[in-house]
């Protein structure tokens, strides 16, 4: 399925863009932060599991568990982000 990714603050400057367009098959949250982090480079560097990452589906904070339908968006954020 088609989802909509979008990255903040460090996240963004770190993996380069504020939001693509993913396909996956990853049916929530955990499995989809592990897709993009075997993808390597910037996008392992900072969702990392350990690392402090917020997530958001369709604009309310999720947790590793919450499912994700086609044409959703995910947020991914750090814990502090500032103006």
Not at 30 to 56: D, K, Y
Request: hydrophobic share 50%; net charge negative; aromatic share 6%.
């Amino acid at each position: 399925m088609k989802i909509q990714l979008r990255y903040f603050a460090s996240l963004r400057e770190t993996i380069g863009v504020g939001s693509e367009v993913f396909v996956t098959s990853a049916t929530d949250v955990a499995t989809l932060r592990q897709a993009l982090i075997a993808l390597g480079g910037a996008h392992a560097q900072c969702l990392a599991l350990g690392l402090p990452v917020r997530v958001a589906v369709n604009q309310v904070m999720a947790s590793d568990d919450t499912p994700l339908i086609a044409d959703c968006e995910v947020a991914f954020f750090p814990p502090v982000t500032g103006g």
